[in-house]
């Protein structure tokens, strides 16, 4: 069994698991966490005014209905809610993600990165820095970051040159295969450069990139000693199969995964994997939420976010954070980010969210599991083999 603190145990028994619409609309607001911020939020209405802002209209009357929607969407942003990890620190509900943002990393995938989006060109076209600091102002608060990605010292000056205190921001940040395979002093080295780039001295949550295998485990145990000395409040996954987190569990790890960080989306929606990590108590971090614009023509997605007066993207969020998993969505531009986060003021039916559930295909279980044999040694001396894979796990 686990070894878990005795006071880490007891706030995870207290903590509520989010795992359903009517349980989301219950948690505590981000901006309550911390009493004594500098700044004070607006209460979040019951139903905000908030507009997309794809609106072609050039006209005064749309402009201030577009300024409107901003104003709104940073409220909501400042004010959103948040999901209880195991040991009862609280998670906002949505964030921004950073990968490439400014950079785009030499071995990024190909089967993401190979192609071009019609909503996000592969082609760099502002820093990191000028795009963080418009998500931070637009009101995200929450800063999904990665050594692989290549850019957290853009990202610490956005930080820096916002003005925002430190505690009214959670960051999350991942050590890469590469650090994991030489060891302890290598993630230890790795993880103070991130909190130099970062400009901070902690860390909200700090994951394991990848399972690789022969390293994740002590990779891991190295992350446990970090929290001890004060450098990580929290740690957990990213990329983790079901099968890889019964092999730490099995190792004696002493501090329960906080999160997972896992594709999840309409179109990749692995129900078994997620109810097996929701009953351990570890929260979901959701990336490729949108699923990188490409399925926004999707019939079925089209159908509901013409009904709802929304977009495609907001559909798509709506359904991650009706389902309590953390949304991740990025953009280098303003007005898809204002976009993006305008998911609180809706509700999808039942009938909705059912039909949404039915878009994954056995299809895209098979290229889930593909990328996932690729991409476990990616970057190690083991690249391009399947030295060590589990080719016998959880797809689904």
Request: hydrophobic share 35%.
């Amino acid at each position: 069994p686990m070894r878990i603190l005795q006071l880490t145990a007891l706030l995870a028994s207290s903590s509520p698991r989010i795992s359903s619409a009517a349980s989301f609309r219950s948690i505590t607001p981000f901006f309550l966490i911390n009493s004594s911020r500098s700044h004070k939020s607006p209460p979040l209405s019951s139903r905000s005014t908030c507009s997309s802002s794809s609106s072609s209209s050039r006209s005064s009357s749309s402009t201030i209905r577009n300024m409107s929607s901003s104003s709104s969407t940073k409220e909501s942003l400042l004010n959103c809610p948040t999901i209880p990890m195991y040991d009862g620190t609280p998670h906002p509900a949505i964030g921004f993600g950073t990968y490439k943002v400014g950079f785009i990393p030499a071995s990024a995938s190909s089967v993401t990165a190979a192609t071009t989006t019609a909503t996000e060109p592969q082609q760099i076209q502002r820093t990191a820095e000028e795009c963080i600091s418009d998500a931070l102002q637009s009101g995200y608060r929450f800063l999904e970051c990665a050594e692989f990605y290549g850019n957290e010292h853009e990202v610490g000056k956005a930080i820096v040159s916002s003005g925002i205190p430190r505690k009214d921001l959670f960051i999350c940040s991942k050590v890469w295969t590469t650090t994991m395979e030489k060891g302890h002093d290598a993630i230890v080295a790795q993880l103070q450069k991130t909190l130099d780039d970062l400009s901070t001295d902690y860390i909200d949550l700090y994951l394991i990139h990848w399972p690789v295998p022969g390293v994740h485990v002590a990779a891991y145990k190295t992350l446990e000693g970090l929290v001890k000395e004060g450098k990580i409040r929290n740690i957990g996954l990213s990329n983790y199969a079901v099968e890889d987190y019964k092999e730490l569990v099995e190792n004696g790890i002493e501090i329960q995964p906080a999160v997972n960080q896992i594709e999840i989306n309409p179109f990749l929606y692995r129900k078994n994997t997620i109810e097996f990590f929701q009953k351990e108590g570890v929260v979901l971090q959701s990336y490729r939420s949108l699923r990188d614009g490409k399925k926004f023509g999707d019939p079925t997605l089209v159908k509901i976010a013409s009904a709802k007066n929304k977009s495609p993207a907001q559909i798509l969020g709506r359904w991650c954070v009706q389902k309590g998993f953390i949304y991740v969505p990025k953009s280098v531009k303003v007005e898809r980010m204002v976009e993006n986060a305008n998911v609180f003021d809706f509700e999808l039916t039942a009938e909705e969210m059912d039909e949404l559930d039915g878009l994954t295909t056995p299809e895209a279980i098979e290229t889930f599991f593909e990328l996932y044999k690729k991409c476990v040694n990616r970057d190690t001396s083991k690249d391009g083999t399947l030295e060590g894979v589990k080719t016998d796990i959880t797809k689904d």
